[in-house]
């Protein structure tokens, strides 16, 4: 069960244009989403974060959307630049307690490619 | 910025071989670390959650018993493959989480490992 789906495997943008990536999520008790950049064999770097009581959160050229009654949340990047090339890992937590608290579901990776 | 160190990089050995990951907060202390796989062009996948000073919570299907985990201290957390065979070939992230800030704070990954059995 795919709680949180990145339905686009690849997205190329040129540069200098907008990135749009997006992200679906089912689980209604999710209360905290973050958007991850990703090398190959590296870790991946947190970009932004949006809770679940906002719809949107802007930090430079990145700016993240959500829309919880369509559950849906996406990722602008403008203007998008080659160095942005990446996976791009939409990220959500559940906000129950106890022990497992904090962990994180991911959707599949979008794979970024921005043309110079 | 928080930093989480992992250790090592890239391991290649022989099947049968165990095989220990470190992972380390480095300027935070975090009770809370998190154990992730993922495969070639796919998802990271939760494995365990690693508390400091109490068993680690494992995901379904993944067998602790062949999946060691440590946190012995506050800053450390080890997973160790017991026995390892070529499907367990892949790459092992960590992550922490720093519990003076979790509400809203994000977890601070690691530069994962590449494991490969022969």
């Known amino acids: 069960d795919q709680q949180v789906k990145q339905n686009s495997p690849s997205l190329s943008v040129q540069e200098g244009r907008i990135s749009i990536l997006n992200c679906d999520y089912t689980?209604?008790?999710?209360?905290?989403f973050l958007w991850y950049k990703k090398y190959p064999a590296e870790g991946p770097t947190f970009l932004i974060s949006?809770?679940?009581?906002?719809d949107k959160n802007e930090d430079g050229r990145f700016t993240v959307f959500l829309n919880k009654s369509a559950k849906h949340l996406s990722l602008h990047i403008v203007p998008s630049q080659p160095g942005d090339s990446a996976v791009y890992f939409c990220?959500?937590?559940?906000?129950?307690?106890?022990?497992?608290?904090?962990?994180?579901?991911f959707g599949q990776g979008t794979i970024l490619t921005v043309h110079p | 910025g928080a930093v989480v160190s992992q250790h090592p990089s890239w391991v290649i050995c022989k099947s049968g071989t165990s095989v220990k990951i470190e992972c380390r907060s480095l300027?935070?202390?975090?009770?809370?670390m998190f154990w992730y796989r993922q495969f070639p062009k796919q998802s990271l996948m939760l494995m365990a959650t690693?508390?400091?000073?109490?068993?680690?919570?494992?995901e379904q299907g993944v067998e602790k018993d062949k999946f060691l985990i440590n946190h012995a201290s506050l800053t450390l957390s080890t997973l160790t493959v017991t026995s390892a065979h070529p499907e367990d070939s892949s790459f092992y992230i960590c992550?922490?989480?720093?519990?003076?800030?979790?509400?809203?704070?994000?977890?601070?990954f690691g530069d994962g490992t590449r494991l490969s059995i022969l």
């Open positions: 992550s922490a989480l720093n519990p003076l800030r979790r509400r809203y704070q994000p977890q601070h």
């Open positions: 689980n209604s008790m999710f209360d905290y």
């Open positions: 949006i809770s679940s009581i906002k």
């Open positions: 990220a959500a937590r559940g906000n129950a307690g106890g022990t497992s608290y904090g962990k994180l579901t």
């Open positions: 300027d935070f202390q975090a009770t809370t």
């Open positions: 690693s508390n400091e000073g109490s068993k680690a919570t494992y």
